[in-house]
T-cell receptor, first 114, second 110 residues
């Protein structure tokens, strides 16, 4: 069972570069989201999607873009990377927005912006 | 503003003893809370939850207590095992997101 798969696992970017963090799930989950985790802070929601074609902003959306063209995929785009975006990024999915206790997280993507 | 606070960044407990991890919250929308466990280089995994209709929920060695008047919840692990060594996050659930605390790193030593 693949679950929630994130790629790449590690990435180093230069300031100003753009890139896409990929997230795919094979559980036919409607709800997908992206969180970032920074030292001394809990995970914070960046963007989320309640279904294909629908996305919305979370707590810290600035500098990030998302789209949801299929149920399975929810890529996160960094438009112009900044050192403040150095973080660990987690993609998550759940069956629906009400399934709080069945949110599955990917293994994380470590991003360093220099 | 919906907030979750875990004031103890770390906790060290001897194997076999009880581990107690604490969490305080403000302005919860649904009084529905979850605990997640996170190992290094892995994503968080769901551990146990509690809703406002209960003040206690048990699952094996793990028990979560909710004190709504004090806006406080705690996770008890009895007995603690070395494999429990991880970072534990409490989270407050609302419709579209989880509001996470900053986490408590639990170390269980032999």
């Amino acid at each position: 069972n693949a679950g929630v798969t994130q790629t790449p696992k590690f990435q180093v970017l230069k300031t100003g570069q753009s890139m896409t963090l990929q997230c795919a799930q094979d559980m036919n989950h409607e709800y997908m989201s992206w969180y970032r985790q920074d030292p001394g802070m809990g995970l914070r929601l960046i963007h989320y999607s309640v279904g294909a074609g629908i996305t919305d902003q979370g707590e810290v959306p600035n500098g990030y873009n998302v789209s949801r063209s299929t149920t399975e995929d929810f890529p996160l785009r960094l438009l112009s990377a900044a050192p403040s975006q150095t973080s660990v990024y987690f993609c998550a999915s759940s069956l629906d927005r009400a399934s709080g206790n069945t949110i599955y997280f990917g293994e994380g993507s470590w991003l360093t912006v220099v | 503003d919906q907030q979750v606070k875990q004031n103890s960044p770390s906790l060290s407990v001897q194997e076999g003893r009880i581990s107690i991890l604490n969490c305080d919250y403000t302005n919860s929308m649904f009084d529905y809370f979850l605990w997640y466990k996170k190992y290094p280089a892995e994503g968080p995994t769901f551990l146990i939850s509690i809703s406002s209709i209960k003040d206690k929920n048990e699952d094996g060695r793990f028990t979560v207590f909710l004190n709504k008047s004090a806006k406080h919840l705690s996770l008890h692990i009895v007995p603690s095992q070395p494999g429990d060594s991880a970072v534990y996050f409490c989270a407050d659930y609302n419709t579209d997101k989880l509001i996470f605390g900053t986490g408590t790193r639990l170390q269980v030593f032999p």
